[in-house]
């Protein structure tokens, strides 16, 4: 008889509210430049105004949320946006919980094609975006960076790491937009196929909600990419599929 793997009840995973990084990266790709004017490095993007509020609707949500549904514990990645979106969350709510940072959360590095836009990869790296063509977003790994592969491994990994820590516990998990979409990928044992079919459909919505929850010895989706807290607060509702397919 197998024994049923030690694992949370329940994951919320959220993507982080609108970021400095998202405006530059639509701004770029609405003028039609080439690199997206960031001052920053990745890890350190702030969130804008839009995002700021956004989180505080996200904490709303947690507070309206039944004492038996709320998060007992949040994962997040260590990127300055996901940590602002969690500690503006969480002081909405009023929740005081553990937040435990694991840098295999973060988002999918790009290597020499960070901070271009499409227009910019295909104008200085023809040969990638070529590659990227052959080889699809699921396996293309641009030089020093990342494929969503590698991404999937990492995170991976993390979840047998993190999972028997919170067992039984009910888990906000706030990340990425290739996060989110990956960890669906890896709990739901997705195939390649059916993951791209979801990513050519819909990017993952800033401060979004998607619940999966266990159920026997499966993942079972609940809710996709929800905004209705943001609706509902009339805090603004934003996509920003980032530069590339990198998602942010």
């Keep these: 008889m197998t024994t049923p793997a030690a694992t949370p009840t329940s994951l919320v995973l959220v993507r982080h509210g609108e970021s400095v990084g998202n405006l530059a990266a639509t701004r770029a790709d609405r003028a039609g430049a080439l690199v997206v004017d960031v001052e920053t490095r990745d890890a350190d993007t702030p969130l804008s105004d839009r995002g700021r509020a956004q989180a505080r609707a996200l904490g709303v949500r947690l507070a309206a949320m039944p004492p038996h549904e709320q998060p ?57 975006a070529e590659r990227r063509r052959h080889l699809g977003k699921m396996y293309h790994r641009p030089p ?53 079919t979801v990513v050519r459909e819909r990017s993952v919505r800033n401060a979004s909600f998607t619940r999966v929850d266990r159920a026997a010895d499966a993942w079972r989706l609940v809710l996709f990419d929800d905004v209705e807290h943001l609706a509902a607060l009339d805090a603004p ?12």
């Design 72 to 128: 007992d514990v949040v994962w997040c990645s260590p990127y300055l946006r996901t940590l602002e979106t969690a500690r503006i969350a969480l002081e909405t709510a009023g929740l005081d919980l553990p937040v435990r940072i694991d840098e295999r959360l973060r988002d999918r590095e790009l290597g020499i094609l960070d901070r271009l836009t499409w227009r910019g990869v295909q104008d200085r790296h023809p040969e990638e």
């Design 144 to 196: 020093g960076g990342e494929s969503w592969a590698d991404v999937a491994l990492r995170l991976r990994a993390a979840l047998g790491d993190l999972a028997p820590r919170d067992e039984g516990r009910r888990v906000l998990v706030v990340v990425h937009d290739a996060v989110v979409m990956l960890l669906r990928y890896a709990l739901e044992e997705l195939t390649e196929d059916q993951l791209m």
């Design 237 to 248: 509702v934003t996509e920003h599929e980032g530069t590339g397919d990198t998602g942010g």
